[in-house]
């Protein structure tokens, strides 16, 4: 187990450092221009731009600044500074507030996917071919099929007309709300961007919930439960959903990546000041720094998600061994 960890530590650490360098090089390959704003360029002469160039460390070889970047990271965690964004200021500063906005909105709506898909995937197994059972699929191939701004436009719509929720994000629709006692803060205009931040999953937990518990149910184990007069409640709760949850377990990378995917347009599609738009807004404004910055925080968040599939799996059935004699998982 020990050995296990890590190994993969190491090769989670690996990846990310390989994905950080690949976008670096990538960036560092984009015409010089746009290192300058439209007004600098029409501002400095050639020689002036040569000269803030060099400066910058930009017109070394690609890997002598990669080289540079990562001891940069490793001895002073330092990532550099914004160049556009907010010029001259660390990387780290700017994306600290809109990280916390990005990771609380996508832990809500992950959680919502999960109290949400699993319970309705479990129903829709328990009264298949019902008209519960026909409203998820329903609900399930819309929500694949159907663009993601439409879906999102339609819920705008609803939930800003009908039911009168805020349509775009604001830090001053803060309300206090009070639950088992306890009193907590809560802003009303990030309902509907967590309602569509939790679409993706909420449909996908309902469809694989639901395939896996069928599957379950028409295994022999299940028909001899039943023949010993075991409830069909019984069988499911106490047989069905433990076998049936063990493979879901493995979507939950999945999801932890669409949600975290799905943020970059809901954030923008809402105007949420978090890490979606602050990213767009790097890319297109050539701030490099920000733009890796970036990129790693997505990339550990997705390879954290893989680890925790594979601890999932392996609590929920001792059976599974991460590491054995001659293999690995």
């Not at 187990?1 to 090089?25: D, E, G, N, P």
């Not at 832990?107 to 319970?119: D, H, Q």
């Not at 469809?207 to 599957?215: G, K, N, S």
């Not at 433990?242 to 943020?263: D, E, R």
Request: charged residues 15%; hydrophobic residues 50%.
């Amino acid at each position: 187990m020990a050995k296990y960890l890590i190994k993969r530590f190491f090769q989670s650490v690996v990846t990310i450092l390989l994905i950080v360098a690949v976008v670096f090089l990538l960036m560092r390959l984009m015409p010089k221009e746009y290192f300058f704003t439209e007004d600098e360029l029409m501002k400095l002469t050639p020689e002036m731009q040569h000269e803030r160039l060099l400066a910058a460390g930009l017109l070394d070889h690609p890997l002598v600044q990669l080289g540079r970047f990562f001891k940069g990271m490793f001895t002073k965690f330092d990532l550099g500074i914004s160049r556009r964004i907010q010029t001259g200021k660390p990387v780290l500063q700017v994306i600290g507030g809109k990280f916390g906005i990005s990771m609380r909105l996508g832990l809500i709506a992950l959680g919502l996917a999960l109290i949400t898909g699993v319970p309705l995937g479990i129903l829709q197994a328990r009264f298949k071919d019902g008209i519960l059972d026909g409203c998820g699929q329903a609900f399930t191939i819309f929500i694949n099929a159907v663009p993601a701004l439409v879906s999102y436009s339609l819920i705008l719509v609803f939930g800003s007309r009908v039911l009168g929720l805020p349509a775009m994000y604001s830090a001053r629709k803060v309300q206090k709300i009070m639950i088992f006692g306890q009193q907590f803060k809560f802003n009303t205009s990030t309902i509907l961007p967590i309602i569509c931040l939790s679409l993706g999953s909420i449909a996908s937990y309902m469809m694989w919930m639901r395939r896996y518990m069928v599957d379950e149910l028409n295994k022999d184990y299940i028909r001899l439960a039943k023949l010993k007069g075991l409830s069909t409640t019984r069988v499911m709760f106490t047989h069905v959903m433990k076998n049936a949850f063990l493979p879901l377990a493995q979507y939950l990378p999945y999801s932890v990546l669409l949600t975290v995917g799905g943020s970059i347009l809901v954030e923008r599609f809402f105007s949420v000041p978090g890490l979606g738009p602050l990213l767009t807004d790097a890319i297109s404004r050539y701030d490099t720094n920000v733009v890796q910055a970036i990129v790693m925080l997505y990339a550990s968040l997705g390879i954290a998600g893989l680890f925790l599939g594979d601890m999932l799996m392996m609590l929920l059935d001792p059976r599974i061994k991460l590491t054995g004699k001659g293999e690995t998982r």
